[in-house]
């Protein structure tokens, strides 16, 4: 599985915390990556 950094997540993430007035999370502490190429198997 190949993951890679989401900076469009993370700006969704950012401002979903903003919004809700979630203060107690540290949004510079929270990296949000994406990930590709899963064998899980959908049944």
Known sequence: ???????????????????????HIKTDSVMCFRGYGSSSSMS
């Open 1 to 23: 599985m190949k993951y890679e950094l989401a900076p469009d997540i993370q700006k969704e993430f950012e401002n979903i915390v903003l919004t809700l007035n979630l203060s």
